[in-house]
C-alpha cells in the first residue's frame, strides 16, 4: 500500500507538467482551427452565394428553367442545404432542397448580413435579371462541426503522446525509490511479529540508506530489549504466584468474613423483628388502658396526668415506627399495596386526625380539591396517608398563626393513568435556602438549633421522600424566609374502573346556601364542597358583611346558613351575632375549633348545629340533612353509635395479660361476645367446644406459637367451615407478614391495635354472614306485624340511616319485577334449584328492608324448600309469595311519594 501510494503519487507528479503544457498549447492550436475554420467555411460560403447570383443575374427572367437548374447545382456546392429565388412582381418564386429553417437571429458582418437559424446559417443576395429578386442560400454547420472534431482529436492524440513520453523516465525513478521502501515496510512487519533474526539489505542509495542503516539498528536495540524483558517477565511471573497465594488466603478470610456478615445482618433483622415487638407490646397496654381511663370519671388533675401519658405514648410509638419503617425501607423490605382509595377521604381522614393540633395552636385548616382531579385511585392508601400526615403535622407544628391549606391538583391526564400533585401550604416562617438543601435527608431537622420546641427522629421528611419515589413520584419544597412554606409531592396512580361517585351527589341541586367564612382558605375549600353538590352559593367574607347584606333585606329565601366562625371566638361578641343569625329561623351550621363552647351558646335554637372545624363531606352532608328535617338526630346518634349490629363470637388468643385485657374491653364494647385464651393449648379446647365467627391470634407465645396453633384449628375445622384468624403481632418486617399469610392465616394486625382497626376487622371479615341482630339492639329478631311496610323497622335495619333506607328499599323494588315472574315459572316448570335460589336472594333482601310480611312468606318458602316439602305444600306458599310481592308493588304505586320519603 505505502508502494503502491508513493508510486502513483511519483507518477502523479511527473505527469502533471506534462499534461498542464499539452492543455495549454493544444486549447491555444483548437482555438486557431476553430477560428480558422469558421473564417475559411464564411468565405466559401460568400463566394459560392455571390456565384450563383451572378449566374442567375445574367438569366433572362423569363428562363425559369435555367434559373431552376442553378438552383439545383447550388445544391451540390458544399454545405448547401436549400435555395430559394424570390420574385418582387407575379413571377412564382422558385426553390430547391428541403424547407428552410426559421430565422432566430442576424449576424451582421461588414455589409453583409447572415441569417442564423438553429443548425445552420442563410446568406441572401439581391440580383436583378429583368425584375428585382432575393437569392437565399441555407448552409448547414456539419462541414464546421466536423472540422471542429478533427481539431479536438488532433489535440487529444497530441496530449497522450506527450503524457506517455513523461510516464518513461517516472516509471524508473519510482521503481528505484520505492523497492527498497518496500522491502523496508516488509522487515519492519516482520519486526513487528516477533523476527529479529532478519537482515536487511536493499541496497538503497542516499537517504534511503541511512534509513536501512537506522532499521538494522533498531532490531538491535529490540533484541537486546527482548531478552531483557523476558528476564522482567520470569521475575514478574514468580511474583504473581506468591500475591496469588496470598489473594487466596484472604478471599478465604474474606468468605469466612461474609459469611459472620450474613449471620449479623440475620441476627439484626431477627433483632429488628423482636425489639418491635417488645416494645410495641407494653406500648399497646399503656395506650389502649389510657384510652380506657380517658372514659372514666377522674379529676381534672388526673385527667392531665393522664393527658400526659398518652401524648408521650402516642410519641414514642411515632419515633418507633419512623425508626423501623426507615429500617425496612434501608433493607429494601418495604413493598406497596395497590388497593382502591378515595383520595377525598383520605386528605379530610388526616385533616380530622390532626384537627386537635391544629386548634391547639389556633390555626385554620383546609382542604382544597379541585373538580378535575379523580378521587377514586388504586395505589397504597396506609403509605399515601403516612406521607400526607408527616407534611401536615410538621406544617401545624412549625406554623405559630394563620393557616394550614391541602390541595390536590392534576398535574397530568394519562388516561388509565393520572398524575396527581398534593401541597400543604403553611403560613409559618419559611425555611431558608441552606435549611432546605438537606431536609429530606435522613435524621435532619428543619430546626436542630438546642431551643428548637418541637421533637422527633429527624427521619419523617426522609422517610416520606422514599416512600412517595417508590410509588413512582417526586417531592420537594417551596420556601422563602418569612413567607411560608409549601411541600409538594406527586402520585402517579391508576384509576379505579370499579368505583362509583357517591350517590348522594344530586341531593342537594338547586339549594340556595349562604357561606361565611372569614378564612379564604377555609371558605373555597367548602365552596368546592357545596359547589360539587350543584348548590347555588351566596359566599361572604365576614359576618360583617352578611349582616348588612341582611339589613338590606338579603337573603331571604336561602335554604342554608353556614357559618365559619374564628379561631378563638369571644362570647360577649360573639354570642349576640349568633342570637341575631339564629333569630332568623333560617337551618344554621356553625362551624368553630371550639364546638362545644359554641354547642352551649346555640343549645336553644334547635335549627341550629354545631360542627368541628375542618369540615369533611360526610359529616357536613349528614349536617344539612339534619337542619332541612330529613335526617334526626337519634340517627346521628346512630351513625356515632360504635357497638356493631349483629351477635358475633370471638376467640382472643395472646399469652400477655395486658394486650389480652386490652382487646377483650375493646370487642366487648363493640357488642362481640369473646373468648380468651392465653395459650394456644387453652385456644385449641376452646375451639372443640364451640364455634367462633373470628379468632384473634397472637404470633409471638411460649409453648405453642401462633402459627402452630393456627395450623392445628385448620385441623379441628369440619369440611366446608372456614374460621377467619387475624393475626396479631408487632413483627415490623414484611416478610413476617407474607409467612403469616402463607402458614394459613386469613389477615394481620399490627400492634398497637385500635377499637378502629378492631371493628373494621369484624366487619371485613363476619359482616358478609348471617346474623341475628343484638338483644339490646332495639329490633326483633323476627318481624311480628302485618304491616306491608313499617318505617320504623327499615330505619332500625339501616342502623338508623334514613338514607340508607331508602336505598335499600328502592333496590328491593326495582328486583321485584323481575323476581315473581321468574318463582311463577321456575315452580310451574318444576325446577326446585332455580326456585331455591330466587326466594332466598329475595328473602335475603327483605332482612334489610321494613316489608314483614313478605319477608315471612319467603322465609316460610325458603325453609319449606330445604326441608324437601311435597309440590302440593309448596303451592299456596309461592301463591303467597306473589300476593305479598304484588301488595308491595301496589302499595309503592298507590303512595309512591310517601314510601319514597320514608
Avoid at 469466612?256 to 431477627?270: T, Y
Avoid at 335554637?605 to 354545631?610: A, E
Amino acid at each position: 500500500m505505502v508502494n503502491q501510494s508513493l508510486r502513483s503519487r511519483l507518477m502523479f507528479m511527473a505527469i502533471l507538467p506534462a499534461l498542464m503544457a499539452a492543455l495549454v498549447v493544444g486549447g491555444y492550436s483548437l482555438v486557431n482551427r476553430l477560428v480558422d475554420v469558421r473564417d475559411t467555411n464564411a468565405q466559401r460560403q460568400q463566394l459560392v452565394a455571390d456565384s450563383f447570383a451572378a449566374r442567375l443575374e445574367s438569366t433572362p427572367i423569363t428562363d425559369t428553367a435555367r434559373q431552376q437548374q442553378l438552383l439545383r447545382q447550388l445544391l451540390e456546392a458544399e454545405d448547401v442545404r436549400a435555395a430559394t429565388l424570390n420574385f418582387s412582381g407575379d413571377n412564382p418564386t422558385l426553390h430547391a432542397g428541403p424547407r428552410l429553417r426559421p430565422v432566430t437571429s442576424i449576424n451582421q458582418k461588414d455589409s453583409r448580413q447572415r441569417l442564423v437559424t438553429d443548425t445552420s446559417w442563410q446568406l441572401t443576395r439581391n440580383i436583378n435579371p429583368g425584375e428585382p429578386a432575393i437569392l437565399t442560400v441555407e448552409f448547414t454547420r456539419q462541414g464546421e462541426y466536423v472540422s471542429t472534431l478533427e481539431g479536438l482529436i488532433t489535440v487529444i492524440l497530441v496530449m497522450v503522446g506527450l503524457m506517455l513520453l513523461a510516464m518513461v523516465p517516472a516509471l524508473r525513478f519510482s521503481h528505484q525509490l520505492t523497492n527498497p521502501i518496500g522491502e523496508m515496510v516488509a522487515a519492519v512487519r516482520r519486526i513487528r511479529d516477533g523476527d529479529l533474526s532478519m537482515a536487511i539489505h536493499t541496497q538503497a542509495k542516499g537517504e534511503l540508506a541511512d534509513l536501512e542503516t537506522a532499521l538494522r539498528q533498531m532490531v538491535s536495540a529490540l533484541a537486546d530489549a527482548q531478552t531483557e524483558l523476558q528476564q522482567n517477565v520470569d521475575q514478574a511471573t514468580q511474583d504473581l504466584r506468591e500475591t496469588l497465594e496470598t489473594i487466596e488466603i484472604q478471599n478465604i478470610e474474606l468468605d469466612m468474613a461474609r459469611k459472620e456478615a450474613l449471620k449479623a445482618s440475620q441476627i439484626k433483622s431477627e433483632f429488628l423483628a423482636n425489639m418491635s415487638h417488645e416494645i410495641r407490646t407494653p406500648l399497646n397496654g399503656i395506650i389502649g388502658f389510657t384510652k380506657l381511663l380517658e372514659k372514666s370519671s377522674m379529676s381534672p388533675r388526673q385527667q392531665d396526668y393522664l393527658g400526659t401519658i398518652h401524648k408521650s405514648a402516642d410519641s414514642l410509638l411515632a419515633i418507633i415506627n419512623d425508626i423501623l419503617d426507615f429500617s425496612k425501607i434501608e433493607a429494601g423490605k418495604l413493598s406497596l399495596e395497590h388497593t382502591p382509595l378515595n383520595l377525598h377521604d383520605l386528605i379530610e381522614d388526616v385533616q380530622t386526625l390532626l384537627a386537635p393540633m391544629a386548634q391547639d395552636r389556633g390555626l385554620e385548616q383546609a382542604a382544597i380539591i379541585y373538580s378535575d382531579v379523580p378521587v377514586n385511585l388504586l395505589g397504597d392508601p396506609l403509605r399515601i396517608r403516612q406521607v400526607l400526615t408527616n407534611l401536615l403535622s410538621n406544617a401545624i407544628k412549625f406554623t405559630e398563626q394563620g393557616s394550614v391549606v391541602v390541595r390536590a391538583m392534576l398535574e397530568e391526564d394519562r388516561g388509565a393513568e393520572a398524575i396527581i400533585k398534593l401541597t400543604v401550604t403553611d403560613t409559618g416562617n419559611g425555611l431558608s435556602q441552606e435549611t432546605q438543601k438537606n431536609l429530606f435527608s435522613a435524621f435532619t431537622q428543619a430546626d436542630q438549633s438546642a431551643r428548637r420546641q418541637e421533637g422527633g427522629t429527624g427521619l419523617g421528611l426522609a422517610i416520606s421522600k422514599r416512600l412517595v419515589e417508590g410509588m413512582g413520584g417526586e417531592i420537594g419544597i417551596d420556601s422563602s424566609e418569612g413567607q411560608g412554606s409549601t411541600f409538594w409531592f406527586t402520585l402517579r396512580a391508576e384509576r379505579d374502573p370499579k368505583q362509583r361517585p357517591s350517590p348522594h351527589l344530586e341531593h342537594f341541586r338547586g339549594r340556595t346556601v349562604t357561606l361565611v367564612e372569614t378564612d379564604e382558605y377555609g371558605r373555597l375549600g367548602l365552596y368546592h364542597m357545596l359547589s360539587h353538590w350543584q348548590m347555588r352559593i351566596n359566599e361572604f367574607h365576614s359576618l360583617d358583611d352578611l349582616m348588612a347584606a341582611l339589613d338590606r333585606g338579603e337573603l331571604v329565601n336561602s335554604d342554608f346558613l353556614i357559618v365559619g366562625l374564628p379561631a378563638h371566638p369571644q362570647k360577649q361578641s360573639m354570642q349576640p351575632v349568633l342570637d341575631n343569625l339564629a333569630a332568623l329561623g333560617q337551618p344554621m351550621l356553625a362551624l368553630s375549633n371550639n364546638p362545644e363552647t359554641v354547642c352551649r351558646w346555640l343549645e336553644h335554637y334547635p335549627h341550629c348545629q354545631v360542627q368541628g372545624k375542618p369540615a369533611t363531606r360526610q359529616r357536613l352532608f349528614n349536617a344539612l340533612l339534619a337542619l332541612s328535617g330529613e335526617l334526626d338526630s337519634s340517627e346521628l346518634d346512630a351513625h356515632t353509635d360504635n357497638r356493631l349490629d349483629y351477635p358475633v363470637s370471638v376467640m382472643v388468643v395472646d399469652d400477655h395479660p395486658g394486650n389480652l385485657k386490652l382487646a377483650r374491653v375493646f370487642l366487648e364494647e363493640l357488642g362481640a361476645i369473646v373468648t380468651p385464651c392465653d395459650s394456644g393449648q387453652q385456644a385449641l379446647d376452646a375451639f372443640r367446644d364451640q364455634e367462633f365467627d373470628l379468632v384473634f391470634m397472637d404470633i409471638q407465645m411460649p409453648g405453642m406459637d401462633g402459627k402452630a396453633t393456627t395450623a392445628r384449628i385448620r385441623e379441628l375445622e369440619t369440611p366446608g367451615c372456614h374460621t377467619p384468624i387475624v393475626a396479631l403481632t408487632a413483627h415490623a418486617l414484611e416478610s413476617e407478614r407474607r409467612d403469616l399469610l402463607d402458614s394459613g392465616l386469613d389477615d394481620y394486625l399490627s400492634k398497637p391495635i385500635t377499637e378502629g382497626q378492631l371493628r373494621h376487622t369484624l366487619e371485613q371479615w363476619v359482616m358478609e354472614k348471617p346474623h341475628q341482630p343484638l338483644p339490646d339492639s332495639g329490633e326483633d329478631s323476627e318481624p311480628d306485624n302485618d304491616k306491608v311496610f313499617d318505617e320504623d323497622l327499615a330505619r332500625r335495619r339501616a342502623g338508623g340511616r334514613q338514607s340508607l333506607a331508602d336505598e335499600m328499599l328502592k333496590m328491593l323494588l326495582d328486583s321485584l319485577s323481575e323476581d315473581r315472574p321468574a318463582i311463577s315459572s321456575a315452580f310451574d316448570s318444576g325446577d326446585q334449584e332455580t326456585l331455591l335460589e330466587r326466594v332466598h336472594k329475595l328473602h335475603g333482601a327483605t332482612r334489610y328492608c321494613g316489608t314483614p310480611r313478605l319477608e315471612t312468606a319467603a322465609k316460610t318458602l325458603e325453609e319449606a324448600l330445604k326441608t324437601g316439602t311435597g309440590r302440593e305444600s309448596l303451592a299456596p306458599m309461592v301463591s303467597a309469595l306473589c300476593d305479598e310481592i304484588c301488595a308491595l308493588e301496589h302499595l309503592w304505586q298507590d303512595q309512591g311519594e310517601e314510601v319514597s320519603s320514608y
